[in-house]
T-cell receptor, first 116, second 114 residues
Framework: AQSVAQPEDQVNVAEGNPLTVKCTYSVSGNPYLFWYVQYPNRGLQFLLKYITGDNLVKGSYGFEAEFNKSQTSFHLKKPSALVSDSALYFCAVRDNYGGSQGNLIFGKGTKLSVKP | DTEVTQTPKHLVMGMTNKKSLKCEQHMGHRAMYWYKQKAKKPPELMFVYSYEKLSINESVPSRFSPECPNSSLLNLHLHALQPEDSALYLC?????????????FGPGTRLTVL
């Protein structure tokens, strides 16, 4: 079965420190991976995606993600966290199988809290 | 225009009411989606329209009725809802359903069913 796992419910980081939000996936075929961010009472905002090519993907707001095929991971990173980065982060993979092909399979989400 | 808009922002309705949610995009996207999201949970896919045709219905109860009048508009008609249907309803669009095109989400409609 295709799935996405975000092993941490919450990540706490001090402002200015690097942050990592973890994501692992299980999918048949080539993985198409996405990161979204959701601020309170808002919709999801697209941050970045991996389709093919360079394993380090750069996205919006200074975020980047590293694709690791051998570890089936796609961790989200930022070199220096801001208080305004505090939000709920979702990793997603494109469903490559069956009737829902093309749709997104979301992880459960990770709440990022950046303290001043 | 790189935005998906949704109206209304908030909606309170009784269990016998009929109401509609509206979603609009002018990005030329041919795939549109309805999701339901409970607090602090990931979005759950409800319906997918591809080129204005319903392509996926994720076993959603018939009290939810989607409609896609044209390539820019998506409606969700609500009737005889239950309190457990209270949630954030998100609309999204993408260039098409195939490929690895990202979905753009609207801000959502916060629905409360009394």
């Amino acid at each position: 079965a295709q799935s996405v796992a975000q092993p941490e419910d919450q990540v706490n980081v001090a402002e200015g420190n690097p942050l990592t939000v973890k994501c692992t996936y299980s999918v048949s075929g080539n993985p198409y991976l996405f990161w979204y961010v959701q601020y309170p009472n808002r919709g999801l905002q697209f941050l970045l995606k991996y389709i093919t090519g360079d394993n380090l993907v750069k996205g919006s707001y200074g975020f980047e993600a590293e694709f690791n095929k051998s570890q089936t991971s796609f961790h989200l990173k930022k070199p220096s966290a801001l208080v305004s980065d505090s939000a709920l982060y979702f990793c997603a993979v494109r469903d490559n199988y069956g009737g829902s092909q093309g749709n997104l399979i979301f992880g459960k989400g990770t709440k990022l809290s950046v303290k001043p | 225009d790189t935005e998906v808009t949704q109206t209304p922002k908030h909606l309170v309705m009784g269990m016998t009411n009929k109401k509609s949610l509206k979603c609009e995009q002018h990005m030329g996207h041919r795939a549109m989606y309805w999701y339901k999201q409970k607090a602090k949970k990931p979005p759950e896919l409800m319906f997918v329209y591809s080129y204005e045709k319903l392509s996926i219905n994720e076993s959603v109860p018939s009290r939810f009725s989607p409609e896609c009048p044209n390539s820019s508009l998506l409606n969700l008609h609500l009737h005889a809802l239950q309190p457990e249907d209270s949630a954030l309803y998100l609309c999204a669009s993408s260039l098409q359903t195939s490929g690895a095109f990202e979905q753009f989400f609207g801000p959502g409609t916060r629905l409360t069913v009394l």
